[in-house]
């Protein structure tokens, strides 16, 4: 696969826990996303970091991107019911391919 | 605003049946993409097109032919359909020129191949 692996495979916290999932990736990238599904939905987009950039944040989620350990980490701060789902990393190589994870299936227990 | 509609939603195919699945987008996006996803394998890409008349094979292209007939349409054949196609099929797209590199996804179709 020209994707690594997302860890862990699953997580359950409680609602106001804190939430982080990592992913590591094997390829030079251009920039790497997270993406959210519901159960029986379709993937959305969360948030993008390009190769260049080292954090970014976007309301309770935070991105990290190491590209020297070719690796990531999504935080989400003051988890909440509703953000039960499972996460995906997601890498963009030069040929404008997209390439994910196996993802982590988070579980905020009211 | 239907953003990108995948059609079927759900399909049972017998072993050496052949069927489309039909993918169309109404956001004006260039690129489109196949992917299929099988449980605790994230989401693997089939085809991917970046422009009407261009197809490009991803990581699981055997077994699968595409179409990208238009700018709006990208669709995904199974000539001779195997147990091992049983899977949930997502389309994507995403604007060529964009600073916001990012896919939108279909609700997906369900694929049983018995």
């Known amino acids: 696969s020209q994707q690594g692996e997302e860890d862990p495979q699953a997580l359950s916290i409680q609602e106001g826990e804190n939430a982080t999932m990592n992913c590591s990736y094997k390829?030079?990238?251009?920039?790497l996303q997270w993406y959210r599904q519901n159960s029986g939905r379709g993937l959305v987009h969360l948030i993008l970091?390009?190769?260049?950039?080292r954090e970014k944040h976007s309301g309770r989620l935070r991105v990290t991107l190491d590209t020297s350990k070719k690796s990531s980490s999504l935080l989400i701060t003051a988890s909440r019911a509703a953000d039960t789902a499972s996460y995906f990393c997601?890498?963009?190589?030069?040929?404008?391919?997209?390439?994910f994870g196996s993802g982590t299936k988070l579980n905020v227990k009211p | 605003n239907a953003g990108v509609t995948q059609t079927p939603k759900f399909q049972v195919l017998k072993t050496g049946q052949s069927m489309t699945l039909q993918c169309a987008q109404d956001?004006?996006?260039?690129?489109m993409y196949w992917y299929r996803q099988d449980p605790g394998m994230g989401l693997r890409l089939i085809y991917y097109s970046a422009s009407e008349g261009t197809t490009d094979k991803g990581e699981v292209p055997n077994g699968y032919n595409v179409s990208r007939l238009n700018k709006r349409e990208f669709s995904l054949r199974l000539e001779s359909a195997a147990p091992s196609q049983t899977s949930v099929y997502f389309c994507?797209?995403?604007?060529?020129?964009?600073?916001?590199?990012?896919?939108?996804f279909g609700a997906g179709s369900r694929l049983t191949v018995l």
């Open positions: 994507a797209s995403r604007p060529r020129f964009s600073g916001a590199n990012v896919l939108t």
């Open positions: 390829t030079s990238i251009n920039n």
């Open positions: 997601a890498t963009e190589n030069n040929f404008n391919k997209f390439y």
């Open positions: 970091i390009r190769s260049n950039e």
């Open positions: 956001m004006n996006h260039n690129s």
